[in-house]
């Protein structure tokens, strides 16, 4: 089936650690997106990328990086500079076009500090 | 820059009634669109409408209907016959209309729905 995963479910970070969430997409879509969710908060923009090996600064970039070596795939890692960094992570992809230009969602990464 | 709001924060109703979740946006683009999600429990977004600004027209989807007036730049998402499965956070999102477009998300209303 085509979809999006995320990996990990959970994951732990400690103090001063880079951790990398996993996003991989299967339905051809050329733009990927990173979303971080807070309590009670809608979605904010962290990164996205439109194209292999290129992508652009959203909102709350800062503590934040990604890479797009594969169409198919798009990681961020949340580097120590990030303070406040327990949130829920969404990834999201689209397809261009008039009809492929909707955001389809993954299920999610929560990222919690120890 | 664009902006969307969900006012309403929590809304609360027994199964069987019908609900209206308000959603009004602000943008300077003359070409958008607007766009309901929902998010259960278990956390992942589910796509249920998208609507080009140009197209007025409202929609209706089994017990789901959205009301989408220029006017008042509101775009309502009405669900009939309110289901336990139906509890969720919904949000309305809008992007522009032009390819790859970045979305801005309101805070999203919970919806509750007791037997």
């Known amino acids: 089936d085509g979809g999006i995963t995320q990996s990990p479910k959970y994951l732990f970070r400690k103090e001063g650690q880079n951790v990398t969430l996993s996003c991989e997409q299967n339905l051809n879509h050329d733009a990927m997106y990173w979303y971080r969710q807070d309590p009670g908060q809608g979605l904010r923009l962290i990164y996205y990328?439109?194209?292999?090996?290129?992508?652009q600064k959203g909102d709350i970039a800062e503590g934040y990086s990604v890479s797009r070596e594969k169409k198919e795939s798009f990681p961020l890692t949340v580097t120590s500079a990030q303070k406040n960094p327990t949130a829920f992570y969404l990834c999201?992809?689209?397809?261009?076009?008039?009809?492929?230009?909707?955001?389809?969602f993954g299920p999610g990464t929560r990222l919690l500090v120890l | 820059a664009q902006k969307v709001t969900q006012a309403q924060t929590e809304i609360s109703v027994v199964e069987k009634e019908d609900v209206t979740l308000d959603c009004v946006y602000e943008t300077r683009d003359t070409t958008y669109y607007l766009f309901w999600y929902k998010q259960p429990p278990s956390g992942e977004l589910v796509f249920l409408i998208r609507r080009n600004s140009f197209d007025e027209q409202n929609e209706i989807s089994g017990r789901y209907s959205w009301n989408f007036q220029k006017s008042t730049s509101s775009f309502n998402f009405t669900i009939t016959a309110s289901q336990v499965v139906d509890s969720a956070v919904y949000f309305c999102a809008l992007s522009e209309a032009a390819g790859y477009s970045t979305l801005t998300f309101g805070k999203g209303t919970m919806l509750l729905v007791s037997p």
């Open positions: 999201a992809s689209s397809g261009i076009g008039q009809n492929e230009e909707t955001q389809y």
């Open positions: 990328s439109q194209i292999v090996n290129d992508f």
